[in-house]
C-alpha cells in the first residue's frame, strides 16, 4: 500500500481538485497558504478537521468512523475491508470515501486510504457508534434475550443505541442480582445486557448494539420529509399577506414605542409587562412579539437610547422606512430576520440559573444563527417552486440526518422556530418557500421586494363605509388614503381585508389633527364605493359641533368659549382646582399648567377642548414622535463571506508557485535577517547578478498583509525599485516590490 503524504497527495492533485478542497473548507484559505505543504497542515489541524466534519451526514461519519476502527489514521486502510456493522453497497461506501477526500480529511487510492490524525478527534469516542464487545455475551442469543425484554428496559437500550453506547446514572454502584435489582438500569446489568464500567457509568455492549440496529442499513439511512405542492400563485400571495401583516405589526410597534417608549431592564432586555402590552396592541403571542421586536432591532428601527435610564425608542431609520412602499418594507424586514445573529425562540425561556431570557438581551445571541437559518431555507430551495414540507418534525429528522454535528442541543428546535419565523415572515407560506423568499436568498434584497411588490396586491383608492360605523378596506390602501382611514378610525381586524371601526373617540382624534368636518364628509363621500350612511353623518357633525368650543392657549395656558355657561361649569369641575384654572373674564380661564396637560385632564373630564393658534386655528398639541439617531453597529454587519473563484484560483497559483519554489535547488543564497526587508545590499547584489547572467533566482517574500511565500522567477530587468521576472512554468511575467523581498537564492540547474 501507498505511504504517500498528504502533502505529496495534494501536490499531485490538479488544480480544479485543489479549488474545491478551498471551497469546501474556506477556513483553509485564510490566511492564504504559501503552498500544498502549508496547506496539508492547515487541513490536518484538530479545529479545521472538526469544522469539516460538522457538514458530513450520518453515512459519511459512520465510514469516517468505520475507517479509523480500522486504524487509517495510522496506516493505509482498503475501505472494502472496513466493517460498518450494517449490509451497505460498495459503492455507496466509495463515494463516502470520495467525499472525504475532497475534503482532504482523507487521501490515497481507491484501496489504501489513510485519515488525518486529528480525524480520530473529530470521529467522536465510539467509531461507528458501538460500544465494546462484551464477553458474557458470546454464545447467547441476543435477538430472544431483547424480545423478552420489558418495554422500560427496552426504551433504555434504544436510548443508548441513539444517542451512543455510554450512559451515565446512579444505578451502577453494583451489580446486583436480577432479585435485588429495583430500576430497568440495575435489571439490565443483572442479565449482562449492560457493561458496568464504574460506580456512575454504564455501557452498551457490541453485540446488543449490533441487534438493535438490525441487518437493514438502520440510522445510515433516512426518508425524505412528506412533499405537497401548491400552486406558486397561492403560495405567494399568501406569503404576501404575512409580509402586510408583518409590516403593519411594525408600524404599530414604532407608533406605540414612539409615545410610551418601554425601559431597558437593568440586566438587558425587554420586560415581560412590555412583551405583554405590545402583544395586547398587536393581537399577537408573546413568542410571535418576541420575533417582531429582534427584527425590528435587527433593522434598525428601534434602539437603545443609551440614557441614564435607558429606553428602546424608534430612530432616524424609521422615519425613513415608514416613507417606503409595502414591498421595499417588507424587503428591509426579511433581510434582517435572515441575517439575524440571534435566536428569538428561546426568547422567554428560562436558562441553568433559572433567570427568563429575555427579548433583545445579550442572552439571544446565537453567532451561528443565520446559518443555521439559511441551511433549512435551502432545503426548501432544492424543492420545485411551490413544493414544500408537511411535517417541520420530519424537515428536521432529515436535516439532523444530514449534518448530525451541527446545531447543538436545540439542533430540532432551531428548524421548527425557522419555520415559523419564516412562516410570519413571509420567506415561506404553506410550507414552501415564496417566490419573494427564494429571490432573497439566491439575488438579495433589491431583487426580493421587486418580486415581492408582484405578489402583493394592486394597492386600492376605495373603501366600502357600513351602517354600524365600520370601514373595510378590501385590500390595501394607497398611502395617502391610509393616512387618512387611520386618523379618522381604529383598526378593528386585519387580514386580506381590514376592518376600521370609527367612533366619537377617533373622529375628535382627526378633528385635533386639524381636520374639520367637511375633510371628513368629503373623504366619506369620495372615497367610498357605498354610500355615506346617516349615523355617520350625525356622529361627525355631532363631535365637530362640540369640538373646539372650548379653546386653550398659552399664558402659560388659558380657556377660552363664548358660552359663559361652559366656562362657569369647567371652572366649578373637580378638574379646576387640580389644574389651577382661574377666571379672568366671563368667557376666559386662565393656568400656569402646561396647555397639553390642561386638555387631556378636560377631555378626562367629559370636555371636548381643542388648542389653538394665535388667528385661532386648531393645532395638534401631541407630542411629535420621539426618535434616536441610528446606531451604527446597528446598521452595519460584518459577513464573512467565502473567498470567490476568481480568489481561489490566484491561491491555486500562488500554491502551485510556492510547490515549485520548494523543490528548486538553491545555490549561493541571501538569508532573511531578523529585519523584515532582509539584506537590501546583498540581494539587489544577487539579483542583479542573476539579471545579468539570466539565472533563475529563488526569492521569498512578504504581501501586504503579512503573509510569506516563495516564489521562482527567470529575472527580466530591476528598476524603479521594482523586480520583473517570468514565471518558468507559466511563462507569466510577475513584478515583485523589492522591498517586499525578504531572501534571495540562485537556483542550481537540475
Same mark, same amino acid.
Given at each position: ?16 481538485? /485543489? ?25 490536518? =489541524? ?37 466493517? /460498518? ?5 460498495? $459503492? ?36 461507528? %457508534? ?29 436510548? /443508548? ?34 457493561? !458496568? ?12 448494539g449490533l441487534a438493535l440496529r438490525g441487518v437493514g442499513t438502520g440510522a ?53 409587562? $412590555?412583551?405583554?402590552?405590545? +402583544? ?9 412579539? =418576541? ?32 416613507? +417606503? ?37 445579550? $442572552? ?9 437559518? =439559511? ?23 432529515? /436535516? ?34 415564496? %417566490? ?31 351602517? $354600524? ?19 379618522? +378610525? ?81 371652572? +366649578? ?9 382661574r377666571r379672568i373674564a366671563p368667557t376666559v380661564l386662565v393656568s400656569p ?27 395638534d398639541l401631541r407630542p411629535s414622535s420621539r426618535r434616536i439617531q441610528s ?36 545555490? !549561493? ?11 537590501? =545590499? ?17 526569492? %521569498? ?50
Amino acid at each position: 500500500m501507498s505511504g504517500t503524504t498528504l502533502t505529496d497527495w495534494l501536490r499531485a492533485r490538479d488544480d480544479e481538485t /485543489l479549488a474545491d478542497v478551498l471551497r469546501a473548507r474556506p477556513d483553509l484559505a485564510t490566511p492564504r497558504p504559501a503552498d500544498s505543504s502549508v496547506l496539508a497542515t492547515r487541513a490536518a =489541524t484538530r479545529a479545521s478537521v472538526a469544522r469539516a466534519a460538522e457538514g458530513l451526514d450520518t453515512f459519511t461519519l459512520a465510514v469516517l468512523d468505520a475507517l479509523l476502527a480500522a486504524g487509517a489514521d495510522r496506516a493505509p486502510v482498503d475501505p472494502a475491508t472496513v466493517d /460498518l456493522a450494517v449490509a451497505v453497497s460498495p $459503492d455507496r461506501v466509495m463515494s463516502a470515501v470520495h467525499r472525504l477526500r475532497s475534503l482532504a480529511v482523507a487521501w490515497g487510492a481507491d484501496d489504501a486510504i489513510s485519515l488525518v490524525p486529528a480525524a480520530r478527534e473529530a470521529g467522536g469516542l465510539f467509531p461507528t %457508534g458501538l460500544g465494546r464487545p462484551s464477553a458474557a455475551l458470546d454464545g447467547v442469543d441476543v435477538e430472544a434475550a431483547l424480545a423478552d425484554l420489558p418495554e422500560d428496559e427496552r426504551g433504555v437500550l434504544a436510548r /443508548l443505541s441513539h444517542n451512543g453506547p455510554v450512559g451515565n446514572t446512579r444505578d451502577a454502584a453494583a451489580i446486583p442480582t436480577l432479585a435485588e435489582a429495583r430500576t430497568p438500569i440495575q435489571r439490565l446489568l443483572a442479565r449482562g445486557l449492560l457493561t !458496568r464500567v464504574d460506580a456512575s457509568t454504564v455501557e452498551l455492549p457490541r453485540q446488543i448494539g449490533l441487534a438493535l440496529r438490525g441487518v437493514g442499513t438502520g440510522a445510515l439511512t433516512v426518508d425524505e420529509p412528506g412533499l405537497r405542492t401548491k400552486a406558486q400563485k397561492n403560495v405567494d400571495s399568501t406569503a404576501a399577506g404575512a409580509g402586510l401583516e408583518l409590516v403593519r405589526h411594525t408600524e404599530t410597534l414604532l407608533r406605540l414605542w414612539s409615545q410610551e417608549p418601554p425601559p431597558v431592564l437593568k440586566s438587558g432586555g425587554l420586560g415581560v409587562r $412590555d412583551v405583554r402590552r405590545l +402583544a395586547r396592541a398587536t393581537d399577537l403571542g408573546d413568542r410571535e412579539v =418576541t420575533v417582531l421586536v429582534e427584527v425590528a432591532m435587527a433593522a434598525s428601527l428601534i434602539a437603545d437610547n443609551e440614557a441614564t435610564n435607558p429606553e428602546y425608542l424608534p430612530t432616524t431609520h424609521a422615519d425613513v422606512w415608514l416613507t +417606503a412602499g409595502p414591498a421595499n418594507k417588507w424587503a428591509t424586514l426579511a433581510a434582517a430576520w435572515l441575517d439575524l445573529p440571534r435566536l428569538p425562540g428561546i426568547g422567554g425561556q428560562r436558562d441553568a440559573k433559572e433567570r427568563v431570557l429575555a427579548p433583545l438581551s445579550e $442572552d439571544l445571541r446565537r453567532p451561528v444563527a443565520p446559518m443555521e437559518r =439559511t441551511r433549512v431555507l435551502e432545503v426548501l430551495a432544492d424543492f420545485k417552486p411551490g413544493t414544500g414540507v408537511v411535517d417541520p418534525d420530519e424537515l428536521a429528522t432529515v /436535516l439532523a440526518w444530514r449534518a448530525p454535528r451541527r446545531g447543538g442541543r436545540l439542533r430540532d428546535e432551531i428548524v421548527r422556530w425557522t419555520m415559523a419565523e419564516a412562516t410570519a415572515v413571509g420567506v415561506v407560506a404553506l410550507g414552501a418557500l415564496s %417566490g419573494p423568499g427564494r429571490v432573497l436568498l439566491s439575488e438579495g434584497t433589491a431583487a426580493a421586494a421587486k418580486r415581492m411588490a408582484e405578489a402583493m396586491p394592486e394597492p386600492i383608492d376605495h373603501v366600502l363605509v357600513q351602517a $354600524d360605523l365600520t370601514v373595510v378596506a378590501p385590500g390595501p390602501l394607497e398611502p395617502h388614503l391610509a393616512t387618512l382611514v387611520n386618523e379618522v +378610525a381604529d383598526v378593528e381586524s386585519a387580514g386580506s381585508a381590514t376592518v376600521y371601526r370609527v367612533s366619537e373617540t377617533s373622529i375628535r382624534r382627526a378633528l385635533d389633527a386639524g381636520r374639520t368636518a367637511g375633510d371628513l364628509h368629503e373623504l366619506f363621500r369620495t372615497r367610498s364605493r357605498t354610500p355615506m350612511p346617516q349615523s355617520l353623518t350625525y356622529l361627525i357633525d355631532d363631535v365637530a359641533r362640540r369640538h373646539g368650543r372650548l379653546r386653550g392657549g398659552s399664558t402659560a395656558s388659558f380657556l377660552r368659549c363664548d358660552d359663559p355657561a361652559l366656562i362657569a361649569e369647567v371652572a +366649578a369641575s373637580p378638574a379646576a382646582a387640580g389644574l389651577r384654572l382661574r377666571r379672568i373674564a366671563p368667557t376666559v380661564l386662565v393656568s400656569p399648567v402646561p396647555l397639553l396637560e390642561i386638555l387631556d385632564e378636560l377631555r378626562a373630564a367629559g370636555f371636548a377642548p381643542a388648542a389653538e393658534d394665535a388667528e385661532g386655528h386648531v393645532v395638534d398639541l401631541r407630542p411629535s414622535s420621539r426618535r434616536i439617531q441610528s446606531p451604527l453597529r446597528a446598521v452595519r454587519r460584518v459577513v464573512t463571506r467565502p473567498p470567490d473563484d476568481d480568489q481561489i484560483a490566484e491561491m491555486v497559483a500562488a500554491m502551485r508557485a510556492g510547490d515549485r519554489a520548494a523543490d528548486s535547488k538553491r545555490g !549561493r543564497a541571501v538569508p532573511a535577517t531578523t529585519r523584515t526587508t532582509g539584506n537590501t =545590499t546583498e540581494t539587489m547584489a544577487l539579483l542583479q547578478e542573476a539579471t545579468r547572467t539570466q539565472t533563475t533566482v529563488w526569492i %521569498g517574500q512578504v504581501d501586504a498583509n503579512g503573509i510569506a511565500s516563495q516564489r521562482v522567477l527567470e529575472p527580466l530587468r530591476i528598476g524603479g525599485g521594482i523586480l520583473e521576472g517570468r514565471d518558468p512554468s507559466t511563462d507569466e511575467v510577475r513584478r515583485v516590490p523589492l522591498h517586499r523581498i525578504t531572501s534571495a537564492a540562485l537556483v542550481e540547474p537540475s
